[in-house]
């Protein structure tokens, strides 16, 4: 079962940032916060991820509060390709092909002209 | 930059039919997931294989299997087709050794599965 919850959909104004929160209030020291998105049937993409600093990327900032208990992803600067489902997702960084991603139901991210 | 490759993208199927689908994952990735996204519903986890050995297994019917082959790609065969069988069908790769940077799962484009 998904470790995390989110809210069910959000709207943002194009050219606003997107600020979409994940709770993971049972994350464990050695597992990761990973996002990842999926526009209308694509592949799912990924975005970023973190362990418990704050990262920042081409494509979005993560903020993980200092228990690591939730996050936030911003997108600085939303257009209309960014209207996705989007994804918070906690898993242990291992080796050996045992990384699966286990998707919970995401946020639907309507990006609004 | 290359991508994972699946094929084919659309496939039609009869009830009790059989479907194998491809994946061709990005040079030098070693690890390969299947994913099976129903209509409305979220991807769920099928099978992995790392290094051509199985290494991992979700929620994959008895009716479907899936290898690695030498040169890395993986193929899902799916025998006695049912209706509930019809979804999108993702491939994913990614390096299996975390000491790489990201380690993050590349998808590639899905194959559709319809079963009438």
């Known amino acids: 079962d998904a470790k995390t919850t989110q809210p069910p959909s959000m709207d943002c104004a194009e050219g606003r940032a997107a600020n979409l929160p994940c709770n993971h209030s049972?994350?464990?020291?050695?597992?990761?916060v990973y996002w990842y998105r999926q526009i209308h049937s694509q592949g799912p993409q990924y975005i970023i991820h973190g362990l418990k600093n704050n990262e920042t990327n081409e494509m979005a900032s993560l903020i993980i509060t200092e228990d690591r208990k939730s996050s936030t992803l911003i997108l600085p600067h939303a257009t209309l390709r960014d209207t996705a489902v989007y994804y918070c997702i906690v898993r242990p960084r291992s080796q050996g092909g045992s990384e699966k991603l286990v998707f919970g139901k995401g946020t639907k991210l309507t990006v609004n002209p | 930059a290359a991508g994972v490759i699946q094929s084919p993208r659309h496939l039609i199927k009869e009830k009790r039919e059989t479907a194998t689908l491809k994946c061709y994952p990005i040079?030098?990735?070693?690890?390969v997931y299947w994913y099976q996204q129903g209509p409305g519903q979220d991807p769920q986890f099928l099978i992995s294989f790392y290094e051509k050995m199985q290494s991992d297994k979700g929620s994959i019917p008895d009716r479907f299997s899936a290898q690695q082959f030498s040169d890395y790609h993986s193929e899902l065969n799916m025998s006695s087709l049912e209706l509930g069988d019809s979804a999108l069908y993702f491939c994913?790769?990614?390096?299996?050794?975390?000491?790489?940077?990201?380690?993050?799962?590349?998808f590639g484009p899905g194959t559709r599965l319809t079963v009438l």
């Open positions: 049972t994350i464990s020291g050695n597992e990761y």
């Open positions: 040079p030098r990735h070693d690890t």
């Open positions: 994913a790769s990614s390096h299996g050794l975390a000491t790489y940077s990201y380690n993050e799962q590349f």
